[in-house]
């Protein structure tokens, strides 16, 4: 596939620097070709501008006399983003429902929808149009899902989830599994039934091998616009706003909430029953064991405020040598009060 730089100036709303070309793909600035388009966010890479063969460069207008070509953008990596939109090619080619597929006859799929061989629709099901759903993917009794969903292998939504339209959930994710609800009792550990169910906003992007668990009672929800990564738990009853990010290896405990525009960097772990505010962000490995505010930036074991945080992770590797410094000043300090008791 080939585009004009000017159509695709126009389409991303740039200015075109330089001479008109055809342009094949996207690459990095190190490895692109002569044919392909480039983009420079980061002050870091900016000695690459005067080796790169790229035909073309998203940049700031700044940098775009550095380069034969520019696309000149105020946000390149945005820019560049929705460039590589347009060179994209979606997973996987058919069209249709396969003779394969299993839909259940009161369930509802429908048109333009697109059913891999074996994959599961079952009763009282309902899928929107252009939805396209995988092989090996399982929709449980009662579930609902929106118009111009990708559902790719091995996604398994159990009985009554819903999901929102223009959602994309990735390989082997799981929702609306038994949520981790058990009793110590004296005759053993009781099993307390799930009985709620998980409820997906629309414009939601859940990574592969993602958990989230249906609720008690009630509903397990992910908001509008949320991004989820790979390897993610998301407890029982766990409620999650709009637009947030959350990266890999995280996992909520049940009965949190969490606000809109949340971020939570990797291998964060979050108490139950926990309130978290709107636009908190929290640094990666933080254990967060009580509520944090609105607006906050947090880290660490268990989480302070940035401030404490980074004056933290600068003292850290001056410790050993503190730790020697202060058993010498103990040793010092004992001499002088054997002298003294003399």
Do not use: W
């Amino acid at each position: 596939m080939t585009r004009r730089l000017s159509d695709i100036a126009s389409e991303l709303g740039l200015e075109l620097r330089g001479e008109d070309m055809d342009v094949s793909s996207v690459n990095t600035l190190e490895n692109a070709g002569p044919d392909e388009v480039s983009f420079l966010a980061n002050p870091k890479y900016v000695p690459q501008l005067a080796t790169t063969a790229a035909g073309a460069v998203i940049c700031s207008a700044e940098f775009a006399g550095e380069v034969k070509r520019a696309l000149v953008s105020e946000n390149p990596y945005l820019d560049f983003g929705r460039c590589v939109s347009l060179f994209a090619k979606p997973q996987g080619g058919m069209k249709g429902i396969h003779a394969m597929a299993f839909i259940d006859p009161d369930a509802k799929v429908a048109e333009g929808c697109t059913v891999y061989p074996f994959a599961f629709v079952g009763p009282r099901a309902e899928v929107g149009a252009d939805t396209v759903i995988f092989p090996g993917c399982y929709i449980g009794e009662d579930c609902r899902v929106g118009s111009g969903c990708i559902l790719y292998p091995n996604a398994v939504l159990m009985a009554g989830t819903v999901m929102g339209d223009d959602c994309i959930v990735h390989a082997g994710v799981v929702l609306g599994a038994d949520g981790f609800g058990f009793a110590p009792t004296p005759y053993g550990i009781q099993k307390i039934p799930q009985i709620g169910t998980v409820t997906i906003g629309s414009d939601v992007e859940i990574g592969a091998n993602t958990a989230i668990d249906r609720a008690v009672l009630g509903t397990t929800s992910v908001g509008d616009s949320t991004k989820i990564d790979n390897l993610v738990q998301i407890g029982h009853n766990v409620q999650i706003g709009d637009q947030c990010l959350i990266v890999s290896q995280v996992g909520i405990s049940g009965s949190t909430k969490v606000g809109n525009n949340v971020t939570m960097a990797g291998q964060v772990g979050v108490a139950g029953h926990l309130t978290i505010g709107d636009g908190v962000t929290i640094g990666p490995k933080s254990g967060v064991a009580k509520d944090i505010a609105p607006g906050l930036t947090v880290g660490g074991q268990p989480v302070v405020d940035k401030g404490t945080y980074i004056r933290t992770l600068t003292i850290m590797p001056k410790l050993p040598d503190m730790y020697k410094r202060l058993m010498r000043l103990e040793k010092e300090l004992a001499e002088l009060k054997n002298e003294a008791e003399k």
